[in-house]
């Protein structure tokens, strides 16, 4: 993404989309950083988020949806067993190239989240899992969600999943390097190359009533997941 031209997070997915042997959902998994450490969840977990991004937003196998940054496709890989139309972008050209292979029924295009490379109102619901703490500040934020309205049907659904709350930032932050990377260099500090951006929830909020759009907040129910207590869920409806 552009924002972030400035870390290593592109290099990062550009070197494990390249890594990717079989296309399964394990491998998929691993290849979008699910597999290790903070980022961990196991498979029961995933179907479970899956789960919870099908039923908040009623998707059904008449439905169009789209993933922005969807990575190896990890995410949209359980949808196949709905029959919905599947589209997902990622800036990782590697990343989308296996995405394309592991779910051939799917479209998947590179792009910037700030320019999601999809026509307007073309999707009955949309989701990000797992990419807005990669964002460089709010103001991209705000730009990817203008986007997804922009490609959202006018009764669309949105959902922003595993996002960094502020709230819990200190607590987060001596998690992280404290415990997981107790005696190590940690990578992801504010100042370093692989940050992490933490959200208000009231950004959200606030966006929601600029466009007068219904909200609500999930919390982040995945016992694998050593990031879940410090992370939450937004759904954005008209």
Not at 81 to 97: N, R, T
């Amino acid at each position: 993404m552009e924002c972030i031209r400035d870390n290593r997070w592109i290099d990062v997915w550009t070197r494990k989309g390249a890594e990717v042997e079989q296309h399964n959902l394990e491998s998929l998994m691993k290849a979008d950083g699910f597999d290790a450490r903070t980022g961990c969840i196991n498979v029961g977990d995933w179907f479970r988020q899956a789960g919870l991004i099908r039923d908040q937003l009623r998707i059904s196998a008449s439905d169009v949806i789209c993933e922005v940054g969807c990575g190896a496709g990890a995410m949209l890989w359980p949808f196949r067993e709905i029959g919905a139309s599947l589209y997902g972008m990622d800036y990782s050209k590697s990343l989308i190239e296996t995405a394309s292979k592991a779910i051939p029924e799917g479209v998947f295009k590179t792009g910037e989240a700030s320019a999601i490379p999809f026509g307007d109102s073309m999707f009955n619901a949309v989701f990000s899992h797992g990419v807005f703490f990669y964002f460089s500040d709010l103001a991209y934020a705000r730009t990817a969600m203008l986007e997804i309205l922009r490609v959202m049907k006018s009764d669309g659904r949105a959902m922003i999943l595993d996002v960094p709350d502020m709230a819990t930032m200190d607590a987060c932050e001596s998690y992280r390097r404290n415990v997981v990377y107790k005696g190590e260099e940690y990578p992801t500090s504010q100042d370093g190359p692989y940050r992490h951006l933490y959200y208000p929830r009231s950004f959200f909020a606030d966006f929601a009533r600029e466009f007068e759009m219904n909200i609500s907040f999930v919390e982040c129910d995945l016992p694998s997941y050593p990031m879940a207590e410090y992370r939450f869920n937004v759904t954005l409806t008209y």
